[in-house]
């Protein structure tokens, strides 16, 4: 992926919202509050070997990645919840985690402009 690239995409939000834009606004507020608290949780869970909280975790992401139009994280989110919940390759985690948080972490700040401009 080029650095340059957005990761966002609100055309799925736009929809869902029927337009309105405090509802975006404030889909937008709930996931720059609650992504960087679910991928913490994410981490310690990762961290304890909690497989089943993990995969709870990542499902809980799930719709706000959808949401969001991070469609770059739609397969690997599915995958950790997966791969968690079921207690199988476990070695996948770590690196699958990492890519959500980085890719979240692009997100953030397209949002937060994004929620400037709406």
Same mark, same amino acid.
């Given at each position: 992926?080029? #650095?340059?690239?957005?990761?966002? #995409?609100?055309? +799925? ?7 309105? *834009?405090?509802? $975006? ?10 992504? =960087?608290?679910?991928? *913490?949780?994410? /981490? /310690? +869970? ?16 799930? =719709?706000?990645?959808? @949401? $969001? ?8 989110? %599915? *995958?950790?919840? &997966?791969?968690?919940? #079921? ?7 770590? =690196?699958?985690? &990492?890519?959500?948080? #980085?890719?979240?972490?692009?997100? @953030? /700040?397209?949002?937060?402009?994004? %929620?400037?401009?709406?």
């Amino acid at each position: 992926m080029n #650095n340059n690239e957005e990761v966002t #995409n609100l055309d +799925y939000l736009e929809d869902l919202s029927a337009g309105d *834009t405090e509802m $975006m606004k404030e889909l937008i507020e709930m996931f720059l509050d609650q992504a =960087p608290e679910n991928i *913490t949780n994410m /981490k /310690k +869970y990762l961290e304890k070997g909690d497989w089943k909280k993990l995969g709870e975790e990542a499902h809980k992401l799930k =719709p706000t990645i959808s @949401y $969001m139009g991070i469609q770059e994280l739609e397969t690997t989110i %599915r *995958t950790l919840e &997966s791969n968690a919940k #079921n207690a199988e390759e476990l070695d996948s985690l770590g =690196p699958l985690l &990492s890519e959500v948080e #980085n890719v979240c972490d692009k997100a @953030y /700040k397209e949002l937060d402009a994004k %929620r400037e401009q709406i």
